[in-house]
């Protein structure tokens, strides 16, 4: 990649099931405010442009943008949203200040999942409308499918998804976000092999990293954490054209982060990778080449199994705990990985290195 | 600053009222013409970026997945940026930071907008970009907004609407030319629009664009490739983008300071110094005419307040010293949200090469701004394009190539209905929104006939609506304090249709009441009560519902009625 860029500040707020008295703009208001003083900037002189990761119908708001700016310190200032995972909204940073147009740019992502009262029915929303909606199943449905074809296609079994899951759940323990240890569900089933103790629960959280190039002598932040490639990919939208075993965004994804970075998947020593469900956390890794990294190498901080489904956050979260690990001296290469949720084919993909 | 990138083709539908082609189609034909416009394939794009406005139009959620295959983004980069209204202007900026980032040496930039999927009425998926707690439910509608800052407008200069209406003509004239052109018409004149319906005073039928389905794509490409495509590259030149605070009931609506912001930004960028000489061309966003007044004077092209009067004086005709809007605009050529915007960059590529055919400004034209406008009348988007001194192309030369023919397939209102195969689905969610621990002592407040403000002691301004931060400071607001409920009319519309476009029996009377004791502070609320026509800068009081009838919410207050008078209805 052309510009250095570090990750100079992190913030979080929630990262539970609900956040009762506090509302999505004072989550965020937490959130950026703890990024902020993370690295060491005022936002309304210091940060050059914002991107916000949302998507209206989570938020039951018609152009969503609109309701940013003030909580991120963003008023009058260049920002705007990406209808996708807070991991595009780091790509996105890095082509901002890789452009030049900005040196220091604030990312967001939240969930206020307990504000929806009807989240299924949303994400049946994102059906196609004429072909998949009529036909009444539900979006998890679509991951009971994808669950079997990779069972079949790789010979793993529900009993190793099962291990991830309580692996991740053990891995939030040791997490300070994770105010209350996690409890699997029952098993009872959502959509045969797919079992809700494999599924990751909704919570309300909001994470914002700050970014800045890390070129500038003498002035710039001193990086401790850099972000050295990047990748984003788009599979087939339609269900009847994507392939249900392979995670191929996440494969693109990953490959375009690794060449930008000049690195093999050998060389990446820590992995925070979307697990919303169990089976996804092994499908990632096999499309980053990472299938025989350590188990204790992945998703350490328990992922979204342990911390919750943070709909559009959850890549954020996932690079946080990169972040928050790398700086920690635990690891010198780490991938953060997201998947966009059902029933999308879209995923992202960002290495990061201790400086 | 990074790579150069430079627009090396265009292309777009027709612009219709109802579209038989689906979203998918629609973005397939922009984009195909945007190619064919650029001779290359799409396996030579690395990145495709989407832009596309609420997902309630389409009625698909995550309608950037949804519309990827028929952007061209399978198995590609793709993502799908917004910021409402000034989406369109923004996908080009969008693609130009994935080339000068060096991520992408070729990015198409799509933009596409189906609304008339969206029944009864497109106006609907409008409802819910009011705030949740304190302005749905008063059952806004769009109109009211703009009608709302057009008064205001109007009011802060003493304009009346026959200064107005002269854009309306001039556009809806311009847009005769444009083979994409729904609302095209070559003899309208002022009276036409000043005789035409009432929506909300002072907005009328003829004042306002249409809604329409419609996509529009470009393809960018960085210095190093351009070349190889196009011996006429057209430079973006500079990029801006600002968006303004949500407590749009707490600004003067009388000046768009985002697009200030933004066109400094891209000025800067471009090195344009003096705006007025050395722009030649102009797209402002006019999805109503006088937003192109108010966008051209935050443009830096006119004095504040003195576009009308350029624009009856001919200065802003195709002919004239700066042309202004030469498309047709969204108010001509029509306003599929997201693709009027980017059809605006498409225009000055067209214009700036010598292909607009009868829409072709005189002279050699070297430089160009579009810009579009969104959200809560809250951001501003900005793109400066210039030839660099390349190739000259005046209006006299032949174009090298014409841009390809736009297309789509219109269809009236009972077919669109009756088209076989067509889905009906209803959008079931639902939400409880938390108002959190500012706005929910604001509306426990309420219900006790008191009007909570919040105090920040760095800037010493006392905030309605309450915040627990300020915006301006961005650190916790510092107490508490009780505002009167009385204020004054910074501006009000009388309002003749619901929502869904549907005339009411009776007019409604929102207005932004600036309440006393606060710094700017107010919000959106309905008059009643008065004998006269209300007035701007009336002094108002609110009318309480009986305690008994108060439940914690903006409705606790009934209006606010003319101050010392008796209750109305």
Sequence with gaps: MGTRVAVVGAGWSGFTATTPGV?????????????????????????????????????????????????????????????????????????????????????????????????????????????????????????????????????????????????????????????????????????DPLTADQAAEPADGCVVLVLAAADESGTGPAPTVTIDGVGWHQDAPSLESRSWDRAVYA?????????????????????????????????????????????????????????????????????????????????????????????????????MRRG | MGKRVAVVGAGMTRFVRRAEETGKELSWIAAAAALESAGIGLDRV?????????????????????????????????????????????????????????????????????????????????????????????EPNLLWIFALEMHRYMHAYGL?????????????????????????????????????????????????????????????????????????????????????????????????????????????????????????????????????LHHLEGLLLFDKGKAPEAARDGVTARDGDLPCTPSGGLLGVGNPIAAAGLMKVAELFWQLRGEAGGRQVPGTPERGVAQAWGDLMQVGTVVVLGTDGGPATTASDPPASAPPAPRATALDDAAFLAAPGAVDAAFDGSYRWDPGAAMGRFLDGLAEGVVHATVCDACGRTLVPPRAFCERCFRPTDGWAEVPATGVVETYSRCHVAWDMQPLDEPRYPAVIRLDGTSQGGFLHLLGGFTDEPTIGMRVEAVWRPPQERTGSILDIAWFRPAGEEAGS
């Design chain 1, 23 to 191: 509302s999505y703009k004072e989550l965020m208001f937490a959130a950026a405010s703890r990024a902020y003083e993370d690295a060491g900037v005022d936002p309304r002189t210091q940060v050059d442009s914002f991107v916000a990761c949302s998507e209206d119908l989570e938020e039951g708001t018609s152009i969503f943008d609109e309701y940013v700016p003030d909580q991120l310190g963003a008023v009058q200032r260049p920002v705007h949203t990406i209808a996708a995972d807070g991991l595009f909204g780091v790509v996105t940073g890095v082509m901002l200040i890789g452009s030049g147009v900005a040196r220091t740019v604030a990312v967001e992502a939240h969930s206020k999942a307990s504000d929806v009262v009807s989240l299924g029915r949303i994400d049946r929303f994102a059906l196609d409308p004429v072909l998949n909606r009529p036909l009444g199943i539900a979006p998890v449905a679509l991951a009971g499918l994808e669950m079997r074809a990779l069972l079949e296609a790789t010979g793993r079994t529900v009993e190793d998804c099962a291990e991830v899951a309580s692996r991740n759940r053990d891995h939030a323990r040791s997490n300070p976000r994770v105010a209350d240890p996690p409890t699997a569900p029952p098993p009872h089933p959502l959509a």
């Design chain 1, 251 to 351: 494969e693109r994804a990953c490959a375009d982060a690794y060449r930008r970075a000049g690195i093999a998947p050998a060389d990446v020593d820590l992995a925070e990778v979307d697990d919303r469900f169990a089976y996804k956390q092994l499908q990632h890794l096999d499309a980053a080449g990472l299938a025989d990294l350590d188990p204790a190498r992945v998703n350490a901080s328990g992922g979204a199994l342990g911390e919750g489904d943070l709909r559009e956050a959850n890549g954020l979260a996932r690079a946080l705990a990169c972040v928050e690990r790398l700086r920690a001296g635990d690891g010198a290469t780490a991938l953060a990985l997201a998947w966009r949720g059902l029933p999308s084919s879209s995923g992202a993909a960002v290495v």
């Design chain 2, 46 to 138: 690395d990145a495709v970026c989407l832009g596309t406005a609420p997902d309630a139009f389409d009625g698909v959620h995550r309608k950037g997945d949804y519309l990827a295959d028929g952007a061209g983004a399978w198995g590609k980069p793709f993502m799908r940026a917004y910021v409402g209204g000034g989406t369109g202007v923004f996908t080009p900026i969008q693609g130009w930071y994935t080339v000068a980032s060096g991520m992408a040496d070729v990015v198409l930039c799509v933009a596409e907008e189906k609304m008339s999927s969206c029944r009864p009425h497109p106006q609907g998926a409008f409802v819910t970009i009011f705030d949740d707690i304190i302005e749905r439910p008063l």
């Design chain 2, 160 to 292: 009346e609407k026959r200064d107005i209406a002269e854009v309306a003509v001039k556009n809806k004239r311009n847009a005769v030319d444009h083979p994409a052109a729904l609302l095209g018409q070559a003899d309208l004149t002022v009276d036409d629009v000043l005789a035409s319906e009432v929506l909300a005073w002072p907005v009328q039928r003829l004042d306002v664009s249409p809604i329409s389905d419609g996509a529009v794509a470009l393809v960018l490409a960085s210095e190093d490739v351009a070349g190889s495509m196009t011996d006429r590259p057209v430079w973006i030149q500079g990029v801006g983008w600002n968006l303004d605070t949500t407590y749009w009931t707490n600004r003067d609506l009388v000046y768009p300071e985002y697009v200030e912001h933004a066109a400094r930004m891209a000025y800067e960028m471009a090195d344009v110094t003096e705006p007025r000489r050395q722009i030649h061309v102009a797209e402002p966003y006019d999805p109503f005419d006088y937003k192109e």
